[in-house]
């Protein structure tokens, strides 16, 4: 069965301070896709990223960058020198065999302080 | 280019009711999907269609219901409301279903709708 798994509930930094957030996925497929979306106020969920299961590369866009580790099942997002506009709630996803019936986290919700 | 358009974003109801909720996709998606957010289950995808077909199925009762037109504009039903029903609804589209797509879920601002 398929499971992600977001330990963080919510998340305070001062603003320039850096921040990663965590996520741990459960899946039985060899092929998967993994997302982090963000949800800020207004409701819309806005995609940020999407790794195949058979890319290990690590990703930066920005101040955004990915880890991902198969061997330990985790895709964790970090933040660098983040800002008040990063205030939100962040989910990560998990979609087996690229189906778009995503598994979503808790969500972590993170603040960050002027 | 317009995004996922959701209406209405707010909607009252009464238990027992029925309740329709549309999706406009971003232009070119012929792949709509619906998800259900409460504060207790979180996220949860109720089901995808594409070209008019639904193609997975979430794990909800049958009284959560959708179509798809041939313009690929989405409908959800919730007929004989609960008081669990009451969540954010989110209408998400993409280019192609499944493992085609090239293109990942794009969401919409959500339908809130409150069941009293």
């Known amino acids: 069965a398929q499971k992600v798994t977001q330990a963080q509930t919510e998340i305070s930094v001062v603003e320039k301070e850096d921040v990663t957030l965590d996520c741990v996925y459960e899946?039985?497929?060899?092929?998967?896709?993994l997302f982090w979306y963000k949800q800020p106020p207004s409701g819309e969920l806005v995609f940020l990223i999407r790794?195949?299961?058979?890319?290990?590369q690590n990703e930066i866009s920005g101040r955004y960058s990915w880890n991902f580790q198969k061997s330990t099942s985790s895709f964790n997002f970090t933040i660098t020198a983040s800002q008040v506009v990063d205030s939100a709630v962040y989910f990560c996803?998990?979609?087996?065999?690229?189906?778009?019936?995503?598994?979503f986290g808790t969500g972590t919700r993170l603040t960050v302080i002027p | 280019k317009a995004g996922v358009t959701q209406t209405p974003r707010y909607l009252i109801k009464t238990r027992g009711q029925q309740v329709t909720l549309s999706c406009s996709p971003i232009?070119?998606?012929?792949?709509v999907s619906w998800y259900q957010q409460t504060p207790g289950q979180g996220l949860q995808f109720l089901f995808e269609?594409?070209?008019?077909?639904?193609?997975n199925k979430g794990n909800f009762p049958g009284r959560f219901s959708g179509r798809q037109f041939s313009n690929s504009r989405s409908e959800m039903n919730v007929s004989t409301l609960e008081l669990g029903d009451s969540a954010l609804y989110l209408c998400?589209?993409?280019?192609?279903?499944?493992?085609?797509?090239?293109?990942?879920?794009?969401f919409g601002n959500g339908t809130r709708l409150t069941v009293t």
């Open positions: 998400a589209s993409s280019l192609a279903a499944g493992a085609q797509s090239r293109s990942p879920l794009h």
């Open positions: 899946t039985r497929d060899t092929t998967y896709y």
């Open positions: 790794r195949n299961s058979f890319d290990e």
């Open positions: 996803a998990l979609s087996e065999t690229g189906a778009n019936n995503l598994f």
């Open positions: 232009s070119g998606h012929r792949s």
């Open positions: 269609y594409f070209s008019e077909t639904q193609r």
